[in-house]
């Protein structure tokens, strides 16, 4: 029997005793208030260990989520053990595929002992909760920043606090970004992989068809305008596009708010918090939107995308602007085939508001409750080798760099600090020469948006807002005349009852 | 087996009270076996849901920290909630386009096809063919037909007649048809291939006498065809009202129910209940709404089949 084929055994092993030791621990609380349904439990506790043992599975007992555990894998307990890791999302290339099995590779090659299965994920936030309710996450997947903290609270991840502060580098984390992935008291349950700024997303391909310099991209909301009309009329496609479902739509709504000097919650010094989305700058914003779609009719007849399908609209050239996260290009070239030549990328105007700023967010890397401690300290070995790396030492962004150029995947693709200034400028010297993205047409936001405010997504319910807001944009851009403070209020009145509502 | 003969004899109060062994010996063991794999499936993946979904409609839980007890509150919040009378008119109204325009269709084609004299076979086989296409797969389909653009194929042909481009799913007023139409085609070869296996067991008499008598077809098939099939027509009609309150597939393939909710409907909002938030959703809310949902259907059935009770047979 090969060696990978052991490492599936167990990982099937593994995942039927997590199912068991899961259901079990939920009954058990469950049914705890009535003596007499111990004996049930007792009986369910009876079948996981015929599960259990019948799995033939070595695995040892997981702890609950707010183990701290040992610190990560130093080479003194490396009993064999096997995790999951979402990384691709479904659909992407063989060619994605084949650099991760390369990094996967390199990993194990240095931990022998752990044994690396890649599972196919994508976070949205309606599949990420039926996974999480039937457990079929992965040992180590991302979320968006925005979920860290409800996460934390409702002991969703695990505590890996001991484990990621035993890593050379924690203490040069910006402290902004890592404070996503805090509780409280500062414990660390997830670590930032990535960070973000939103931008403008255009197509220079269509800009030059249409008589636009790509070169010049739009500085202001009205040269935005300006050149949708001109290239929804010439190029005969959408000029500017805008997600609207998929909670995307609150998501660039609340993107285009900030851009405008609004907020869509405030907080009080009590720590009070009140749902502010029917702010100037949000019917701002929506207006803005319906002169788009409805004055200049230059927004296309797609008002449905949400992040998937826009960038896959966006890659085939069927639209010339739109707000995206400065990240896209690796999943346009991963899921969407883009050319090259077409991408272009330019800051988000700003308005002259003294509180006007970019949203920018990230991702976190996080570990799955259902996991035993060792899996937990191969978890954070696996964070530290794919994630961190090739972030803080010259040895891991050039291996990380190499994997992906030999397999045609993208190396240079603007991101935002989650170490410091000093720490990024530095992974980005040592991958330089490396650098395979259409780094010219990226240079310019790569400069400058590091002279925009950032400004952090809504702290409170945030996917519920976003839930909210979705139904607001799709009414603007389908409807002439949606009334857009009837319709804010009502959202507002919905989205401070979720932040009112006790948590679960 | 008792004989009734054998039972009458046996004075009231004196029989033998049947032990588990008599109860062995009359093979109760061996029924009970064989019933086992069933009782036990039924049991787990539906029995067993339905008490848990009963429990969770009076709780708050995330699935993973440990439920709260509380009361009545999800139903209140649900009975607040403005997308619940929102989902109910959307639903309503589903089903009310269904009916119109769902309902009489399968019969129309039961009854073309059972009076075609030749290709029959090919023509109740292009009626079903829908039906064994993926219900994913369909809604994909009807997605390109429905492209919004100038060169979406529905938009194409009505540009052939002159006719400018429509918004089909984009459109809170085009949007609902729209839908009902995809699921109309889906759906109407099944209801067609019972209609048809009805019509066969329709007395051929009828017909002659009809004829002799001088009815037309539309006579006929008023006459005739609607009375002999009436208690047919009758269950179809409650399965599909069945149906069309739970419809789920369609708005959450074709628009999520945008734009604007204007496809939110009962079932989809008891999804949103549970997945939209990814901290873990309100499933003491989804729970809830789907008891009301399902205490509904049975009211409605129960006096759906009372009200008819003297129309669903065919004496």
């Not at chain 1, 000097?261 to 749902?275: F, I, L, N, P, S």
């Not at chain 1, 009837?486 to 509502?501: H, R, S």
């Not at chain 2, 549970?274 to 059935?301: E, H, K, P």
């Amino acid at each position: 029997m090969t060696t990978k084929k052991i490492g599936n055994v167990r990982g099937n092993s593994a995942q039927l005793y997590r199912f068991a030791l899961s259901y079990l621990s939920r009954v058990s609380e469950e049914m705890t208030f009535k003596p007499v349904r111990k004996v049930g439990t007792l009986l369910m506790a009876g079948l996981a260990v015929v599960i259990v043992a019948g799995c033939g599975s070595t695995a040892a007992t997981p702890s609950a989520a707010g183990s701290t555990g040992p610190a990560a894998s130093n080479g003194t307990t490396n009993k064999p053990v096997t995790i999951t890791v979402g990384v691709l999302r479904p659909g992407a290339s063989q060619d994605a595929a084949d650099a991760l099995n390369l990094q996967i590779d390199q990993f194990q090659a240095k931990y022998p002992w752990i044994t690396v299965e890649s599972q196919e994920y994508n976070w949205t936030a309606p599949t990420f909760t039926a996974a999480l309710a039937a457990g079929t996450l992965p040992d180590v997947y991302t979320i968006p920043f925005t979920d860290g903290k409800g996460l934390i609270q409702q002991h969703q991840i695990v505590n890996i606090d001991a484990r990621v502060r035993a890593l050379p580098y924690v203490a040069n984390f910006n402290k902004t970004v890592l404070a996503n992935g805090q509780d409280a008291d500062g414990k660390i349950y997830a670590v930032p992989t990535q960070a973000y700024g939103m931008s403008l997303t255009y197509n220079r391909t269509l800009f030059t068809q249409a008589g636009l310099d790509p070169n010049s991209p739009p500085a202001t909301w009205a040269d935005v305008e300006a050149d949708a009309k001109i290239i929804a009329a010439k190029d005969h496609v959408a000029g500017f596009a805008q997600m609207a479902t998929q909670n995307c739509g609150g998501w660039q709504l609340t993107t285009l708010t900030y851009a405008l000097g609004g907020r869509m919650e405030a907080v009080d010094a009590t720590g009070k918090v009140t749902a502010t989305v029917n702010n100037a700058a949000t019917k701002a914003a929506l207006k803005m939107l319906q002169t788009y779609r409805w004055t200049d009719n230059a927004m296309g007849s797609t008002f449905d995308y949400n992040w998937g399908s826009i960038n896959q609209a966006f890659s085939s050239g069927q639209i010339g602007m739109f707000v995206g996260g400065s990240d896209l290009y690796t999943t346009m070239v991963q899921n969407n085939n883009i050319n090259p030549a077409d991408y272009g990328i330019t800051v988000i105007p700003l308005a002259s508001d003294p509180n006007a700023g970019v949203l920018g967010g990230g991702t976190l890397a996080v570990v799955n409750v259902n996991t035993t401690e060792g899996q937990r300290d191969a978890a954070v070995d696996w964070m530290d080798f794919y994630y961190m790396n090739k972030l803080t030492t010259e040895a891991g962004a050039l291996a990380d760099a190499q994997a992906l150029i030999s397999n045609k995947q993208p190396v240079g693709v603007p991101a935002l600090p989650v170490f410091d200034k000093a720490t990024f400028d530095q992974s980005q010297v040592w991958i330089k020469s490396l650098i395979n993205v259409p780094d010219a047409q990226m240079s310019y936001f790569k400069t400058k948006i590091f002279d925009q405010p950032l400004v952090n997504e809504p702290s409170i319910d945030t996917q519920t807002l976003y839930a909210d807001l979705d139904p607001v944009v799709q009414a603007v851009l389908t409807d002439q005349n949606a009334n857009i403070d009837q319709l804010l209020n009502d959202a507002n009145t919905q989205i401070q009852k979720a932040i009112d509502a006790p948590a679960s | 087996m008792d004989s009734p003969a054998r039972l009458a004899v046996a004075p009231s109060g004196t029989r033998k009270r049947r032990g588990p062994l008599g109860w062995v010996s009359r093979d109760g063991l061996s029924s009970l076996l064989f019933l086992l794999p069933m009782l036990v499936i039924f049991g787990f993946f539906a029995w067993f849901p339905i008490v848990r979904d009963v429990v969770m409609s009076f709780q708050r839980t995330n699935l993973v920290d440990t439920p709260k007890f509380v009361g009545l509150d999800n139903f209140a919040a649900v009975l607040n909630d403005p997308l619940f009378g929102k989902s109910i008119g959307n639903t309503i109204y589903f089903s009310v386009l269904a009916l119109v325009f769902g309902y009489p269709l399968p019969l129309i084609l039961a009854v073309v096809i059972s009076e075609a004299r030749r290709f029959k076979g090919v023509l109740s086989a292009l009626a079903y063919v829908p039906v064994v296409i993926p219900p994913v797969v369909s809604v994909l389909l009807w997605t390109v037909f429905y492209n919004a653009s100038p060169t979406g194929l529905f938009n194409t042909v009505l540009s052939w007649v002159g006719i400018g481009a429509q918004p089909w799913l984009q459109n809170k007023d085009t949007v609902m048809p729209s839908i009902v139409i995809e699921s109309t085609w889906a759906n109407a070869g099944a209801t067609m291939i019972i209609y048809i296996a009805a019509l066969l067991s329709v007395p051929r008499e009828l017909y002659d006498a009809a004829s002799v008598d001088g009815a037309s077809i539309l006579q006929k098939i008023w006459h005739v065809t609607l009375p002999q099939l009436r208690g047919i027509l009758l269950i179809t009609m409650i399965l599909q009202l069945i149906a069309t309150a739970q419809v789920f597939t369609e708005p959450y393939l074709f628009t999520g129910g945008g734009p604007a909710n204007s496809t939110m409907t009962v079932l989809f909002l008891i999804y949103h209940y549970a997945f939209q938030n990814s901290l873990g959703g309100d499933y003491g809310m989804a729970a809830a709404l789907s008891i009301m949902l399902a205490l509904f259907l049975a009211a409605f059935t129960a006096i759906y089949m009372w009200l008819t009770r003297s129309w669903s047979t065919n004496s």
